[in-house]
């Protein structure tokens, strides 16, 4: 397909991670609504059968995002194809569970790697391109994770929390340019998270009654969680189609991800009134005031 004969009112979406779960279903939901997709991933022959029913609007290319060479080159030959990119969609990660004694430095890495330093990178690619247009949207799949915590997710949550400031500072940076972000926090959806893209750490038992009952519930969470990847992906794809003064920054998925998130702020907000004063008194003291 060239350039010019894609529609003014179509999208052309670059999505990382898209051999699966959410990645996979906003491959799939974009491409139902009519508009144009990069999908990315280490092993694009994963999508060859989608491929193959769109073929003048999906584009496959081959992405490792914790390699800037095939960022690069990704970014680039979405240009060459479709003339620019519309919306950037990092989704690439994986899950990993194990107290922080447990998690070793090299798990740590790999985990800010992907999920942090890979998602800013891939998003500093595609920049110049929307600030030449005064246009386009990043969407950061983040997670509940981002603003929640839980015992044996502080390496992910770590990830998730510096993406989520990092993209609130970005937002603030880009509006004045006509460039929008779009934070998404979804809850348990029925991706492979739990499954084949979980890492676990060796456990200790010192930590059996905490993060111990959190590897018992991913276990018997995985194929029964309750959220959608389906009706996430629309979510999604309806949201990034409202107008600018309509986009939120955050978007919650999952009725689980609203419960937690706002028992969060809840705690959050407990904890600044009940420390307001102590807050308050470590100000220098006002000096006398002179009098005549």
């Given at each position: 397909?060239?350039?010019?004969?894609?529609?003014?009112?179509?999208?052309?979406?670059?999505?990382?991670?898209?051999?699966?779960?959410?990645?996979?279903?906003?491959?799939?939901?974009?491409?139902?609504?009519?508009?144009?997709?990069?999908?990315?991933?280490?092993?694009?022959?994963?999508?060859?059968?989608?491929?193959?029913?769109?073929?003048?609007?999906?584009?496959?290319?081959?992405?490792?995002?914790?390699?800037?060479?095939?960022?690069?080159?990704?970014?680039?030959?979405?240009?060459?194809?479709?003339?620019?990119?519309?919306?950037?969609?990092?989704?690439?990660?994986?899950?990993?569970?194990?107290?922080?004694?447990?998690?070793?430095?090299?798990?740590?890495?790999?985990?800010?790697?992907?999920?942090?330093?890979?998602?800013?990178?891939?998003?500093?690619?595609?920049?110049?391109?929307?600030?030449?247009?005064?246009?386009?949207?990043?969407?950061?799949i983040t997670s509940v994770a981002g603003l929640t915590t839980a015992p044996g997710f502080g390496a992910y949550c770590a990830a998730?929390?510096?993406?989520?400031?990092?993209?609130?500072?970005?937002?603030?940076?880009v509006k004045p340019l006509g460039i929008r972000v779009l934070v998404v926090e979804p809850g348990t959806f029925r991706t492979a998270l739990f499954g084949t893209a979980f890492r676990r750490m060796p456990a200790m038992d010192a930590y059996g009654t905490t993060v111990g009952q959190l590897r018992s519930w991913v276990t018997q969470m995985n194929g029964e969680q309750a959220g959608d990847p389906a009706k996430a992906a629309r979510a999604i794809v309806e949201v990034v189609a409202q107008p600018d003064n309509e986009l939120p920054l955050r978007l919650p998925l999952g009725g689980d991800a609203v419960d937690l998130i706002r028992a969060k702020l809840a705690f959050i907000a407990a904890d600044v009134d009940r420390t307001e004063a102590i807050a308050r008194a470590t100000a220098f003291d006002a000096k006398p005031l002179d009098h005549p």
């Open positions: 397909m060239s350039t010019h004969s894609i529609p003014a009112s179509s999208k052309v979406w670059f999505v990382t991670g898209s051999s699966s779960g959410f990645g996979r279903a906003v491959v799939e939901e974009a491409l139902r609504r009519g508009d144009q997709v990069v999908a990315t991933a280490r092993r694009p022959e994963a999508l060859a059968e989608l491929a193959a029913t769109s073929p003048d609007r999906l584009h496959l290319a081959e992405l490792d995002v914790t390699r800037p060479e095939q960022v690069r080159a990704a970014v680039a030959s979405a240009i060459s194809r479709f003339g620019r990119i519309d919306v950037l969609v990092n989704n690439a990660g994986f899950s990993i569970l194990g107290a922080v004694e447990e998690t070793g430095d090299d798990a740590l890495r790999a985990t800010m790697d992907l999920m942090f330093f890979a998602a800013v990178a891939t998003t500093r690619e595609v920049l110049p391109h929307m600030r030449a247009r005064s246009s386009g949207t990043i969407v950061q998730k929390h510096a993406l989520e400031g990092l993209s609130e500072c970005l937002a603030l940076e």
